[in-house]
């Protein structure tokens, strides 16, 4: 096999092949601005199982929110593949180290030893997400400069 079609293979792996549409951005803003309203009421609606450490969470899932926010809304008007896997990067690392608090913090009061556990395994499925997602990000990134 020709060097050069396998280097073709795994560039089209990694090549944006579905042009999102714009309606898909504007769920995104709209989700995330309830989310951003939700995080930073919890601890107002006295809820029995979020505790007070939450505080020590929150800033980190603002700034991951807001960027994500700005992020989607900015793909609204532009959202080229390069341009797109170069702005999904530093919400990717956002992501990862919002979920590695949330684990690390772990501001949820969970009485059944079970629960906790599942809670925990979702936030290192969600910390193990977010690497891949970043790394895909990036090396898409890479894939469509080098193409231009």
């Known amino acids: ?17 579905k042009k999102p549409q714009k309606s898909q951005f504007i769920a995104a803003v709209i989700a995330n601005l309830v989310i951003l309203y939700i995080a930073n009421n919890l601890l107002n609606w006295n809820l029995s199982f979020i ?3 939450f505080l020590q969470v929150l800033w980190i899932l603002n700034i991951f929110l807001i960027t994500a926010i700005v992020v989607n809304f900015l793909f609204i008007f532009y959202s080229k593949g390069w ?3 170069l702005l999904l990067i530093p919400v990717d690392l956002l992501g990862l180290e919002t979920a590695y608090t949330l684990f690390s ?7 059944n030893l ?3 556990y599942l809670v925990k395994f979702i936030l290192l ?24």
Do not use: A, Q, T, Y
């Not at 977010?130 to 080098?146: G, M, P, T």
């Open 1 to 17: 096999m020709k060097e050069g079609n396998s280097d073709s293979k795994v560039k089209d792996l990694f090549r944006d092949k």
């Open 51 to 53: 505790d007070n450490s």
């Open 83 to 85: 341009f797109r896997n």
């Open 105 to 111: 913090v772990f501001p949820f009061i969970i009485n």
């Open 114 to 116: 079970i629960m906790e």
């Open 125 to 148: 499925i969600f910390i193990i997400g977010s690497f891949i997602s970043l790394v895909v990000h990036i090396i898409k990134f890479i894939c469509s400069v080098l193409d231009r």
